[in-house]
Nanobody
């Protein structure tokens, strides 16, 4: 089992920045692919950004490319999401997800999920 704990959410004005963190513990060898999903009320969950353990195979949703940057520190078993130029439409609950399989992760079927951290962007 992998436990994921997110932090770093909050409320900012449009144009502001936030950095989310997700720390993994437990069977971290099962967290080769880690990243972030988000889900707003009444909307489907969407993949935001993901990264493989070696820093490759980076995924970004089209809506966040150029504004968000994902990175990971394997020594700390932590993945980060730097979010710049935030927009009101980025308002959502952000969930960290991890899986050994890139395929499962990108299809939203990751084995491990965090509890989520709220990001609210006001105009």
């Amino acid at each position: 089992q992998v436990q994921l704990v997110e932090s770093g959410g909050g409320s900012v004005q449009a144009g502001g920045s936030l950095r989310l963190s997700c720390a993994a513990s437990g069977a971290t060898y099962d967290s080769n692919y880690m990243g972030w999903f988000r889900q707003a009320p009444g909307k489907e969950r969407e993949a935001v950004a993901g990264i493989y353990i070696d820093g490759s195979t980076i995924y970004y949703a089209a809506s966040v490319k150029g504004r968000f940057t994902i990175s990971r520190d394997n020594a700390k078993n932590t993945v980060y999401l730097r979010m710049n130029s935030l927009k009101p439409e980025d308002t959502s609950m952000y969930y960290c997800a991890a899986d050994p399989s890139v395929f499962r992760w990108t299809n939203g079927r990751a084995n491990y999920w965090g509890q989520g951290t709220q990001v609210t962007v006001s105009s």
